[in-house]
């Protein structure tokens, strides 16, 4: 379908701890590079909020199958410029006991929950921030 003038499409692509932005450019069929914005450790994963506001990207300095190693593991809120998409920190990013591997938010975006795989566990936490971990009322059987 035709796109208006101001219609724009914004990338975001990771190497290492940084995060880029690119505006794409669908005429010239061309990447054009904004900024850079660097989180605690490496870029594992990102989730957008429902408000398209913010963005929740998962940090780690393990890797996939290393077992427990690194020991910074942390979720990190960013803003979203509407007018720019420019990423910008929301926050202190939370630390994580582990190397996150998928995380996601409730239909909402009231709350963010975090998996982790070794050892297999989840963590909810509240609000764009995103604050505090939601205390459960039991423990959780995160399987294997």
């Not at 904004?34 to 998962?58: C, E, K, Q």
Request: proline share 12%.
């Amino acid at each position: 379908m035709p796109q208006s003038a101001s219609a724009r499409v914004t990338l975001y692509a990771s190497v290492g701890p940084d995060l880029t932005q690119y505006v794409v450019d669908v005429e010239a069929g061309a990447l054009v590079r904004r900024g850079t914005i660097s989180l605690p450790a490496n870029v594992h994963y990102a989730w957008p909020h429902a408000s398209d506001g913010f963005l929740y990207v998962a940090s780690s300095d393990s890797a996939p199958g290393m077992g427990s190693v690194g020991d910074k593991h942390h979720v990190t809120a960013l803003r979203i410029d509407p007018a720019s998409g420019t990423l910008m920190p929301h926050g202190e990013p939370i630390p994580l006991p582990t190397r996150p591997i998928h995380m996601t938010t409730d239909i909402p975006s009231e709350h963010l929950l975090v998996a982790f795989s070794n050892p297999s566990g989840l963590r909810v936490n509240r609000d764009a921030t995103p604050g505090a971990e939601v205390p459960q009322p039991g423990p959780i059987d995160a399987g294997i």
